[in-house]
């Protein structure tokens, strides 16, 4: 099974600045990688799949890059409503699918 | 609108069987991958079960094996997850979820709350 491990497991931002979250594969998973969005009480949106193409609808801000292991997300010129927790994903060696723990960011 | 409408959740006792549905509206369901996708309540997502587009092949997380049966039909544009032998550890909301291909999970409906407990 491959491990996904999230960092920092919290991020503070101010707006109109970057925020930078990270994910780790404990094995290879090529480009097969997506971020996803969760704010509380609704399901998870996708944002980002293989590694750094943004999904139907995501902003421009969203940006993701990062292949074999490690991978990358950035939401550049941060807004109030990006405050969510943001998973990544591997679908690359399956079963399982595997999910990274989460990161969860707030908005000074 | 593309949609998944899950149904089905409740209270159910240890032991116990509960069955989930998925209704999905706005694409063709039939040539799609589907999955259910499971959170506990202030943790992160758990993949449960995989079904290909026919129904000919399925894949489960190992903590669901031989108790989680997924199934669907494409004539009623319905995936479900047959729950049985219920546990404590079960207790979530379920979501099922698209796959297009290469695109991960791409859709994902709202979610249903499965409680086990006595």
């Known amino acids: 099974e491959i491990v996904m491990t999230q960092s920092p497991a919290t991020l503070s931002v101010s707006p109109g600045e970057r925020a930078t979250l990270s994910c780790r594969a404990s094995q290879s998973v090529r480009s097969n990688l997506a971020w996803y969005q969760q704010k509380p009480g609704q399901a998870p949106r996708l944002l980002i799949y293989?590694?750094?193409t943004r999904a139907t609808g995501i902003p421009a801000r969203f940006s993701g890059s990062g292949s074999g292991t490690e991978f990358t997300l950035t939401i550049s010129s941060l807004q109030s409503e990006d405050s969510a927790l943001y998973y990544c994903q591997q679908y690359n060696n399956w079963p399982p699918y595997t999910f990274g723990q989460g990161t969860k960011l707030e908005i000074k | 609108e593309v949609q998944l409408v899950e149904s089905g959740g409740g209270l159910v006792q240890p032991g116990g069987s509960l069955r989930l549905s998925c209704v999905a509206s706005g694409f063709t369901f039939g040539t799609y991958w589907m999955h259910w996708v499971r959170q506990v309540p202030g943790k992160g997502l758990i993949w449960v079960s995989r079904i290909d587009s026919d129904g000919s092949a399925t894949s489960y997380a190992d903590s669901v094996r031989g108790r989680f049966t997924i199934s669907r039909d494409n004539a009623k544009n319905t995936l479900y997850l047959e729950m049985n032998s219920l546990r404590a550890e079960d207790t979530a909301v379920y979501y099922c979820?698209?796959?297009?291909?290469?695109?991960?999970?791409?859709?994902w409906g709202q979610g249903t709350g499965v409680t086990v407990s006595s």
């Open positions: 979820a698209r796959d297009e291909p290469f695109h991960a999970f791409d859709i």
């Open positions: 293989g590694a750094s």
